[in-house]
C-alpha cells in the first residue's frame, strides 16, 4: 500500500503539469494517455525536483517530500476539478470483440509472469547494483545528494556522469517504503505497463483500437523487453520516453498542433535525465525539425512552434548539462580527450564485429522474437512509401539515430569494440524497438487513418 502511495504521489505530480499544458494548449487527453503521460512526465518532475534540492542545498527527507506532495495533490484537485471535462475525454462504452479481448489478456497473463518472477528478486544485474542501486541508497541514506558524491572515483561509484533519473526514482519510492532492496524491483514492471498503455493512446490516433491493442501486443511480449522490464535497468524507461516522444513527433507532422510538438518536447528533455544516449536523439529531433521548418511554406508560424519546444527542452535538461560540463564529468566510455586516431581506426577495422553481433540480435527468436525479421520484410516491401508525406521525415529519424548510434561505438575508448557491442547493442535495440513497431504498423496499414479518441 505504502509503495503505491509512493507511485500515486509521483503521478499527482505528472498530472498538475500536464493539465497545466493541456489548459493552454487546448488538447484533450484520452484517459489511458492522461494517466500514462504523467507518470512519465512525473518522473521528469521528481528528478528535476531532487536535483534542485541538492543545487541549493536543501534536504530531500520525507518531511520535506510530504510537502510537496501535499502541495502537487491540492493544485491537481484543484486543476482537475476546474478542466477535466474539458482536458479528459470520457471513456467509451464501446463493446470489446473477442480479438481485443483475447489480446488484453495475454498482456494481462505477460504482465502477472513479469511480477511473479521478480516478486522474491532483489536488485541483480551489474549495472542495477553498481550504478543506480548504489546511488540510490547513497541518495537515500544522506537524505539527498551528498556534497562530495560527483568529486568520488570510478573505484567507489560507477559512471557519475550517468543522468540520475533512475536512481531519483528509486530514491523517490525508499522516502515512502524505507529501504528494501527486494520491494524496489516493482518499480519497473510499472514502467513497463505505463509503456504500454501510452504506446496504445498514441496508436489510437493513428489506428482502430483493434489494430493498436495488436501492436502494443507485438511490443509487450518481445520477450528482451519483458526481461528488462524485471531487471533495474535504465534503457526500458528510456526506450519509453523515446518512442512517446517519436509518435508525439509525428502527430505533429502530421496534424501542426502545438500540443504534439510540446509534449514530444517535454519527453525528449526528461529522457536526458535518463541516459546519456537521449542526447542522440534530442540532436536527431533538432535536425528533422529544421528540415520540416526548411520545406514548410507555413515556416514563420512552425518556427514559432519550433523556439517554445526548444526553450522547454533548453529548460528541462540545462540544470543536469551545464552542471555536468561545469563539474567535468566524463564519460569514461567516450572520452575524446584519450581518444586517437589510431584508436578510431582500430575501432573502424573492427565493424564487422558490430555488423556480425546485429545478425545474432536480428535472427535470434529467443530475444526478439520474429520482430526484426517482420520490420526488415515490411520496410524492404513498403520501401517505395517511404517518401510520402510524413514518412519520410519519420524514416530519416530512424536511420540518423542509427547512423548516430553506430559513429558512438567507433568513438569508444574504455575498452575494444567487441566489449561494446557484446554488452550494448542488445540494449540499444531496446530504445528502438517500439519506434519501428510504430513505423511497421504504419507501412504496413493500407490506409492509415486517424479517429477519435474512444479511450
Known sequence: MIFCLGLASIEILGMDLVLLLGLLFKYRYSRIEFITFSFFVGLGVISYLQFIFYLVSVRSNAQFIAIVVSMGLGLFIYLYLKSAKEIVTSIDGKPLDWIERLVILGLFIQVFWIILHILPMPVQ??????????????????EGIPGNFFNLSEYSVWHLDYPLLLPFYMTWIYRFIGFNDVLITKIMPVVYIMFLGLFYALLTKFFSRKYSLIAVFFLGTIPQLTRYAAIVYADLV????ITSAFIYFILYLRDKKSAFLVNSALLFG???WIKNEALVFLAVFFIILA???ACSKERYILLRQAILACLIIL????????????????????NLKVLTAGKFLKNLRDSPILLFELQREVFNPKKWNILWIIVISV????RKMFSDGILKYAVSFVFLALLFYSCALFLTTSSDLCFHVEKELTRFMIHFAGIFIFLTAYLFQKEVFSEEIND
Open 125 to 142: 544485474a551489474f549495472d542495477s547494483v553498481a550504478n543506480f542501486s548504489l546511488k540510490a541508497k547513497i541518495f537515500y541514506l544522506n
Open 238 to 241: 528510456l526506450g519509453a520516453c
Open 270 to 272: 526528461v529522457s536526458v
Open 291 to 293: 528540415a520540416k521548418i
Open 315 to 334: 529548460l528541462i535538461v540545462s540544470p543536469w548539462l551545464v552542471f555536468k560540463c561545469h563539474k567535468g564529468l566524463i564519460n569514461s566510455d567516450i
Open 379 to 382: 520496410f524492404i516491401w513498403k
